[in-house]
């Protein structure tokens, strides 16, 4: 870079920049680079304490912000001292003074504008340090005095303020979306980079030109006494640094034991319990794990997303704070696990963090299947209910009587069945229950099904265009398949099946008298010497009215003392 000094006549010229090898003390250079560097670090670490101290955060913003300030301040006054011209130079008290202040009041308003939480806060904030830093260089800058002139050059000084700027806000969000150590590492190397190019940059703006009748201020500062200035702020810087180390390790140690505490806490715990940060798990208990099939371990770190299986979820429970959410849970082997899952907000290692709670219903969730279906079902064979097959043929009925079709019902009664009970037990009973509608449901189609109305009756809707020969080819089937069943076993022997048939829409229009008609078949079945089958005609309606005529008479007369013996 050779002589720095151009003459203009009997004017000398100096470029700072051009005569960086000539004219610095590159151990001053040097020096100054590692006390911006520590500056930077020790800045990062009290903002991060300060983002998690709670009631005390304003006061740790405040040490952070005299860290950061007196770090820009002396690295910047090291630098200049490193600059030896051969000329005449001292520093105005009060503008030094005053870049101090600036310094350290707009890194601070920077720290707190970047610990709002709001989006983009942090590079807002490292917005605000970067203008710190371009204030509080070109103060201090306005305080270097020469026995001649500075020169600046517009467009390299906006170019210092801009990479300034970038560099900063770029250190800041680094520094505020992680605390892992790649992260504060990371951060503060950026900021010592923004706080250094700043400075190089503004320094390459800037021609010095000699004017041999101009004089120093006599109350200006000599270089001498800013060294001592610049030594004692740079005390301070390690006297923070200490400090910020210190509690640092108190941090690390009080996280681990909160963090020790509370897993043990957790995994006492029977629900499975996850802590997140974010969308990523930070850490799980063992049963939680269980219930994955995963080591607790290897589930911290995971995004809460590989565990819920809708992807709304966690929106779901998001919305649901507090209140239990059931979803569904995806096991490490692809199973996926009905849970109950509550969200609530926590604090955790120092930061608002969300508390997941699952607890397994897969239990509960068959236990409630199992109901219901026992609601709609015969707990002995299996069958529809009553219930349930009413509600079958409601249905079957009105789309029959809508549409025209023609569907079916059977009605069927074992026959001499009280007579099995008597002689073999009401467990032989139920066994003969259960193999006749094992046998009859295996001769049934898709569009028929069976039920038991209750002790030895049961009863059969044959739907999709069922006719009076469809039905009563059935009836046969039935009975020949019960009689068959029954020959090798002595209790099924004395058992056989009378079967009921009525026609909808031909016999009735309604279920009640779709059921009575069938169960008026089934009767005259009976009457006429079981182990057949009977359809429903019109004069069976007469004869059975006539027939329960007759018998309401007998039973008045014999009320009423009206019997004699002639």
């Not at 950061?68 to 301040?73: A, K, L, V």
């Not at 700043?198 to 500062?221: C, D, K």
């Not at 959410?325 to 996926?336: D, K, P, T, W």
């Not at 079958?392 to 069927?412: N, P």
Request: net charge negative; proline share 2%.
């Amino acid at each position: 870079m050779g002589q720095a000094w151009r003459d203009v006549g009997s004017v000398g010229m100096l470029t700072v920049i051009g005569c960086f090898t000539d004219q610095h003390d590159l151990r001053l250079v040097g020096l100054a680079a590692a006390i911006c560097a520590i500056a930077a670090l020790t800045a990062i670490r009290l903002l991060r304490h300060a983002g998690s101290a709670g009631r005390t955060r304003l006061t740790w913003l405040v040490v952070a912000a005299i860290s950061s300030g007196t770090g820009i301040f002396a690295t910047h006054f090291i630098a200049m001292l490193a600059f030896q011209p051969s000329i005449p130079s001292a520093y105005d008290h009060g503008l030094t003074l005053l870049s101090l202040v600036i310094a350290i009041c707009l890194t601070g308003l920077g720290l707190r504008v970047a610990l709002l939480g709001t989006q983009g806060a942090s590079w807002l904030g490292g917005l605000v340090v970067g203008l710190g830093i371009a204030a509080m260089h070109y103060t201090g800058m306005a305080a270097f005095e020469v026995t001649g002139h500075l020169r600046w050059n517009p467009a390299v000084v906006a170019a210092s303020i801009v990479v300034g700027e970038l560099f900063s806000a770029v250190a800041l969000s680094t520094a505020i979306r992680s605390r892992s150590l790649t992260s504060l590492l990371a951060s503060a190397a950026i900021l010592t980079l923004a706080i250094g190019a700043h400075h190089t940059i503004g320094m390459a703006a800037v021609t010095i030109t000699e004017n041999p009748l101009a004089t120093l201020s006599p109350h200006a500062m000599s270089p001498t006494w800013l060294a001592g200035a610049v030594a004692l702020a740079s005390l301070a810087i390690f006297v923070l640094t200490a400090t910020a180390h210190a509690l640092s390790l108190r941090e690390q140690r009080r996280v681990h034991g909160e963090t020790e505490r509370m897993r043990g806490l957790a995994n006492a715990a029977v629900e499975g319990l996850i802590v997140v940060d974010g969308h990523r798990v930070v850490t799980a208990n063992v049963s939680f794990g269980r219930l994955v099939g995963l080591a607790d371990a290897a589930v911290a770190g995971l995004p809460v997303s590989t565990f819920l299986t809708e992807a709304n979820a966690w929106q779901r429970l998001a919305c649901a704070m507090g209140q239990p959410v059931e979803l569904g849970l995806r096991h490490a082997a692809g199973e996926i696990i009905a849970v109950e899952a509550i969200l609530r907000r926590i604090d955790f290692a120092g930061k608002s963090h969300q508390a997941l709670a699952v607890r397994d219903i897969r239990e509960r969730k068959q236990a409630e299947r199992h109901i219901q279906y026992l609601a709609h079902h015969d707990a002995l064979t299996g069958l529809l209910n009553r219930t349930a097959f009413n509600a079958v043929l409601d249905r079957a009925v009105a789309a029959a009587v809508e549409t025209g079709a023609s569907i079916a019902v059977l009605c069927l009664d074992l026959d001499r069945f009280k007579a099995v009970n008597d002689l073999f037990g009401h467990a032989a009973g139920d066994a003969m229950l259960a193999r006749v509608a094992r046998c009859v449901t295996g001769l049934l189609g898709p569009d028929q099904c069976m039920a038991r109305l209750g002790g030895d009756e049961f009863a059969i809707l044959m739907d999709g265009q069922a006719g009076p020969d469809a039905a009563e080819d059935l009836a046969k089937t039935i009975i020949a398949a019960l009689a068959a069943q029954a020959s090798d076993r002595t209790a099924d022997a004395m058992v056989g099946v009378s079967i009921g048939i009525a026609l909808c829409p031909q016999d009735a229009m309604e279920r009640q008298d779709l059921m009575v008609h069938a169960d008026t078949a089934l009767y005259r079945a009976k009457a006429d010497g079981r182990g057949t089958y009977g359809v429903f005609e019109p004069e069976m309606g007469i004869a059975v009215r006539e027939r329960h005529g007759v018998e309401r008479d007998l039973e008045c007369a014999l009320a009423r003392d009206e019997f004699h013996l002639v």
